[in-house]
């Protein structure tokens, strides 16, 4: 079971030496993954990864969040098709790197929207992705869709509404990609929406109710993990924070990272990665009682 961290916990900028500090902190750490945010994909240096993987391998996912101008639930058909580019040159970026997970917010914009989703907005949003997800099987990579809060998108903030929507796709390589940080803020408890997504879960992040250390928050752990030990899941868990110490200038504005959560990196994600191999592991004991 791949046991992941995001970049920005180490670093904001992924330069050579970026990618080098994040790659060697997530292993000192103890984590087996790496998820890196690949929101300007054009500008992503692939070869300076590659360089970077070689000499310290770890298993990498990337996530984004449409811009504005790339917001494939827009009724923009140029806007629209340039989402689509930027969707597919991540996954070569993905294949080049050997990833197998793709993540995010790719089927909207990651902002806070005025006004719902429109019919015509969520049709192009399906009618990419269904491409999108075939393109990405051919390559042996998994899509996942990230559920968020209201804040951020406006077409789906439940795991109730993934699900629809993915029954529209209709693509059998999407599935719903949970973040307990949202699910705290639009879900009625942290079991119920686990247990409907089941095996349609390919992706989870773990975040505390304000993005600081896991345990210092509202966030009902033991309830979500205890969830996915019933589900059976074993995909990918990766541990996601955000702190002003550590700042990406398209990111940390989208995700509204307003203040200091942490100063030290090491510390947090040393502790990240300890906290959930023990929820792992302790729900693995229940099978004893
Ligand atoms: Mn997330």
């Known amino acids: 079971m791949l046991i992941g961290c995001h970049g920005l916990v180490w670093t904001g ?15 000192e750490a103890g984590f087996t993954l790496l998820e890196i945010p690949l929101l300007e994909p054009d500008s992503f240096d692939v070869a300076a990864a590659k360089r970077s993987l070689a ?83 051919a390559l042996g990579i998994r899509v996942g869709l990230e559920v968020v809060n209201r804040y951020e998108t406006n077409l789906f903030n439940t795991a109730k509404q993934a699900l629809a929507y993915l029954d529209d796709l209709g693509h059998p390589n999407v599935g719903v990609h949970l973040d307990t940080y949202h699910m705290n803020i639009e879900e009625s408890d942290m079991v119920g929406p686990v247990l409907a997504c089941g095996n349609r879960i390919s992706y989870v992040h773990i975040g505390e109710s304000h993005r600081g250390y896991l345990g210092s928050g509202t966030v ?70």
């Open 13 to 27: 900028n992924f330069d050579e030496t970026g990618f080098d500090r994040a790659v060697t902190q997530s292993l």
């Open 55 to 137: 000499r310290n391998p770890i298993a990498i996912s990337a996530s984004l969040g449409q811009s504005a101008d790339t917001d494939i639930s827009s009724e923009d058909p140029d806007v629209v098709a340039a989402g689509e580019r930027k969707l597919n040159t991540a996954l070569e970026i993905l294949s080049e790197l050997g990833s197998e997970y793709f993540v995010g917010v790719l089927y909207s914009q990651l902002a806070k929207y005025d006004a719902p989703a429109t019919a015509l907005g969520r049709q192009n949003s399906l009618d990419v992705l269904r491409r999108v997800a075939e393109r990405a099987g």
């Open 220 to 289: 009902d752990f033991d309830g979500f993990f205890r969830a996915l030990s019933l589900i059976g899941y074993t995909g990918p868990i990766a541990f996601e924070s955000f702190s002003s110490a550590v700042v990406n200038p398209d990111l940390s504005r989208s995700l509204a990272v307003w203040r200091n959560l942490w100063n030290d990196s090491a510390d947090l994600g040393a502790h990240a990665n300890a906290f959930i191999r023990g929820k792992i592991r302790a729900v693995e004991t229940i099978a004893l009682h």
